[in-house]
T-cell receptor, first 111, second 114 residues
Framework: EDQVTQSPEALRLQEGESSSLNCSYT??????LFWYRQDPGKGPEFLFT???AGEEKEKERLKATLTKKESFLHITAPKPEDSATYLC????????????FGTGTRLTIIP | DTGVSQNPRHKITKRGQNVTFRCDPI?????LYWYRQTLGQGPEFLTY????????KSRLLSDRFSAERPKGSFSTLEIQRTEQGDSAMYLC????????????FGEGSRLTVL
């Protein structure tokens, strides 16, 4: 069965303290890996799509990378407004349109 | 605002009652998805539509759940004979046919079953 595991479950950082969130996956055939951000009481917001090992995407202070077994979301010099839950999701081979989400990493940036 | 719209945002009901949620997707998106999310968990897939056709349903979607998208525009999710275990956030999302992993989510409909 397809599995997505995110770690850590929660992470508290000082403003400006860089770190990484991990998403490991076990799937039958990866079609794409996706990162979303979710603020409390809101729906998830799309951040990145990664399709193949070695691929990297960047947006402001965030950079997502992908290997054959895991993905990392690197946060450089975070600000308090980066506080949110970050969700990783996978989509397997064509013909199956659902996303399988991990449980997320709850990130808190302390001013 | 041209994002995904969901109504109602909150619904409190008694066990055994029926509830219906509505989702209005982004107008140019032909794919529409329903997910369910409980506290501390990621969203779980329930079902999806391409235009008016319901193409995939999760095993999570018991016989008490039914979803429709009658004209390929808005969608409804009905839960009959609600149970306390149905309490969750029900999220609707839409996407284009070309980027089916890039979902645009609504703000969700939170259901509390007493």
């Amino acid at each position: 069965e397809d599995q997505v595991t995110q770690s850590p479950e929660a992470l508290r950082l000082q403003e400006g303290e860089s770190s990484s969130l991990n998403c490991s996956y076990t799937v039958s055939g990866l079609r794409g890996l996706f990162w979303y951000r979710q603020d409390p009481g809101k729906g998830p917001e799309f951040l990145f799509t990664l399709y193949s090992a070695g691929e990297e995407k960047e947006k402001e202070r965030l950079k997502a990378t992908l290997t054959k077994k895991e993905s990392f979301l690197h946060i450089t010099a975070p600000k308090p407004e980066d506080s949110a839950t970050y969700l990783c999701a996978v989509q397997i081979n064509f013909g199956n349109e659902k996303l399988t989400f991990g449980t997320g990493t709850r990130l808190t940036i302390i001013p | 605002d041209t994002g995904v719209s969901q109504n109602p945002r909150h619904k409190i009901t008694k066990r055994g009652q029926n509830v219906t949620f509505r989702c209005d997707p982004i107008s140019e998106h032909n794919r529409l998805y329903w997910y369910r999310q409980t506290l501390g968990q990621g969203p779980e897939f329930l079902t999806y539509f391409q235009n008016e056709a319901q193409l995939e349903k999760s095993r999570l979607l018991s016989d008490r759940f039914s979803a429709e998208r009658p004209k390929g525009s808005f969608s409804t999710l009905e839960i009959q004979r609600t149970e306390q275990g149905d309490s969750a956030m029900y999220l609707c999302a839409s996407s284009s046919q070309e980027n089916t992993g890039e979902l645009f989510f609504g703000e969700g409909s939170r259901l509390t079953v007493l």
